[in-house]
Structures are given as structure tokens and as C-alpha cells.
């Protein structure tokens, strides 16, 4: 079994930062894409930023420049650092894997449980 934690949501100022970090444990064999998402009520969850195996990383429009994805291989785990908040970033926000748990396996996707953020004065 594979198990994502997501931890650092919180309320905060417009203005403000947080760094979430996700991390996964279990039967891991290999992680491809890290990504995070984001939700709010009546919405789709929609990309907030990718990274690569090989660190190749991608944004949402609405969080590039304020926004950074990075993540720590040996750890298995993915941040999301993000500043300059604004009251349109409220959400939850969940953290998705690519994992293989044997080679001989076909890749999934794995899902946090989430982790809300609201950035309200």
C-alpha cells in the first residue's frame, strides 16, 4: 500500500506564504510526475504546478512567478512553496504521484487527502 501525507495548510494573509509538503510512504518502487492540485467547492480540481523525475516543472497561469515546486527524491516527498498569496488561492489542496510499486507494475496515480488553504485578512 501507498499512502500520501500532506502537512503546512493553514490560514494566512493576503501577501502571506506557506509551504505544503506531501510525502509518500509504503511500497515504493519508483516515483515518476509529483504534482499538485487544487479545489474549491462546485469547481474541478485544477493543476497548480508538476515536476519531473528529472526536476522539469511545470505551473498553473495563475501561480507562475509567485509559486515554486521542488521536490527531494531520497525523501519521496514534494513541496509547493508559495508566496504572495491572494484570497483566490483559497482551496484545498491535494498532492498527486505517479508511483510504481514494482517493476514489474504499471505506474498509478496516488492522491493525498488534502490539505486546506485559506488566505483571507
Known amino acids: 500500500q501507498v499512502q500520501l501525507v500532506e502537512s503546512g495548510g493553514g490560514l494566512v494573509q493576503p501577501g502571506g506564504s506557506l509551504r505544503l509538503s506531501c510525502v509518500a510512504s509504503g511500497s515504493i518502487f519508483s516515483i515518476n510526475v509529483m504534482g499538485w492540485y487544487r479545489q474549491t467547492p462546485g469547481n474541478q480540481r485544477e493543476l497548480v504546478a508538476r515536476?519531473?523525475?528529472?526536476?522539469?516543472?511545470s505551473y498553473g497561469d495563475s501561480v507562475k512567478g509567485r509559486f515554486t515546486i521542488s521536490r527531494d527524491n531520497a525523501k519521496n516527498t514534494v513541496y509547493l512553496q508559495m508566496n504572495s498569496l491572494r484570497p483566490e488561492d483559497t482551496a484545498v489542496y491535494y498532492c498527486?504521484?505517479?508511483?510504481?510499486?514494482?517493476?514489474?507494475?504499471?505506474?498509478?496515480?496516488?492522491w493525498g487527502q488534502g490539505t486546506q488553504v485559506t488566505v483571507s485578512s
Open positions: 515536476i519531473s523525475s528529472v526536476g522539469t516543472t
Open positions: 498527486n504521484m505517479g508511483i510504481k510499486t514494482d517493476w514489474r507494475i504499471r505506474e498509478a496515480d496516488y
